[in-house]
């Protein structure tokens, strides 16, 4: 894989950083009697209200042996209790006892306040980013596929149009390998549909995954019975899950229900996926011309939908 090396080096790095923060090296944890792999195990047990010795041996990936000497000295001191099994006497059900309940309520108030004393300067917005970039971190190790329930999608507002102009900058460069002078062309006409915005007949949307801006478009008015589709865009990391194409179709809506008679767009060939978009939502090929911009040999093509049938 490339660069494996180099990417194994800053998890370690992260996870070194992470660990002498909360001070889960330390002997005991949160300044407690207890280290992390006993605060761990009466966190399953309350948890789970009872489990088996064999259960938390799975979910914790512990040592028998040590966990039953842990077990041992924790039943010695009143914080757990064992009874046999109704259904298989060879097993011991474990659970908390009151003293055990009272003792991980305790640290675990004192979990919650040594998170927000490190939350204490930090901005709201960076503390999104913060817990946007921690269920990241979980989800692709657990190899859960990002869930699309929670894009929202809305009208522009202070601040999308800056961003916006940036991510096709950035996207961009990285993917077909244009210049900043395509960021400039998109920041040019962006300007001037910000000054020249008509609410009545034109409107951008832009989706979020929680706090996190992922795509984009817009319908510029041309005339009054033609719209323009600019501006699609999907992060990279968000593609392939239908946002594209719903986004289009909220283009789309939109022109029709402003009276709108035809909608132009102008793409070049290299966007084979969203040429695809705009095929399958009716556009058509009308116009191509090829010559260097914006740093690359390119053919620009025009397309179009006529919405009123013929």
């Known amino acids: 894989?490339?660069?494996?090396?180099?990417?194994?080096?800053?998890?370690?790095?992260?996870?070194?950083?992470?660990?002498n923060l909360l001070g889960l090296l330390d002997r005991t944890l949160l300044k407690s009697a207890f280290s992390?792999?006993?605060?761990?195990?009466?966190?399953?047990?309350?948890?789970?209200?009872?489990?088996?010795?064999?259960?938390?041996?799975?979910?914790?990936?512990?040592?028998?042996?040590?966990?039953?000497?842990?077990?041992?000295?924790?039943?010695?001191?009143?914080?757990?209790?064992?009874?046999?099994s109704n259904k298989d006497m060879r097993k011991q059900i474990l659970s908390l006892t009151t003293n055990g309940h009272q003792i991980i309520s305790e640290l675990q108030d004192k979990a919650s306040e040594q998170i927000k004393t490190l939350l204490d300067n930090v901005t709201d917005i960076d503390q999104n980013r913060l817990v946007k970039a921690m269920k990241t971190i979980e989800r692709?190790?657990?190899?859960?596929?990002?869930?699309?329930?929670f894009y929202n999608i809305r009208s522009h507002k202070s601040g999308d149009i800056g961003y916006i102009t940036y991510r096709h900058g950035?996207?961009?460069?990285?993917?077909?390998?244009?210049?900043?002078?395509?960021e400039a062309y998109v920041a040019k006409y962006m300007a001037e549909f910000v000054e020249n915005y008509d609410p009545?007949?034109?409107?951008?949307?832009?989706?979020e995954n929680e706090t996190e801006i992922i795509g984009s478009i817009a319908i510029v008015k041309v005339d009054d019975i033609?719209?323009?589709?600019?501006?699609?865009?999907?992060?990279?990391?968000?593609?392939?899950?239908?946002?594209?194409?719903?986004l289009v179709n909220e283009a789309l809506t939109f022109c029709k229900q402003q009276g709108y008679q035809k909608i132009v767009l102008g793409t070049f060939s290299?966007?084979?996926i969203a040429r695809?978009?705009?095929?399958?939502?009716?556009?058509?090929?009308?116009?191509?011309?090829?010559?260097?911009?914006?740093?690359q040999d390119l053919t620009e093509e025009q397309w179009e939908l006529n919405l009123v049938k013929e």
């Open 270 to 272: 290299d966007l084979i």
């Open 276 to 295: 695809t978009l705009y095929e399958k939502n009716g556009f058509r090929l009308i116009e191509t011309k090829s010559h260097n911009i914006w740093g």
């Open 140 to 149: 692709i190790l657990q190899g859960e596929q990002e869930k699309t329930m």
């Open 170 to 182: 950035v996207n961009y460069a990285n993917e077909y390998q244009l210049d900043e002078t395509f």
């Open 36 to 84: 992390l792999t006993e605060v761990r195990i009466m966190f399953e047990l309350n948890r789970l209200s009872t489990s088996t010795a064999s259960k938390l041996v799975k979910v914790l990936n512990l040592d028998p042996a040590y966990l039953s000497r842990i077990l041992s000295n924790f039943e010695k001191n009143n914080i757990i209790q064992k009874e046999r």
């Open 200 to 207: 009545a007949k034109e409107n951008m949307w832009i989706v």
């Open 226 to 246: 033609t719209a323009q589709l600019r501006w699609l865009l999907v992060e990279p990391h968000e593609r392939n899950k239908g946002i594209g194409n719903k």
């Open 1 to 19: 894989m490339k660069n494996n090396q180099e990417r194994i080096g800053k998890i370690r790095s992260f996870n070194r950083f992470y660990t």
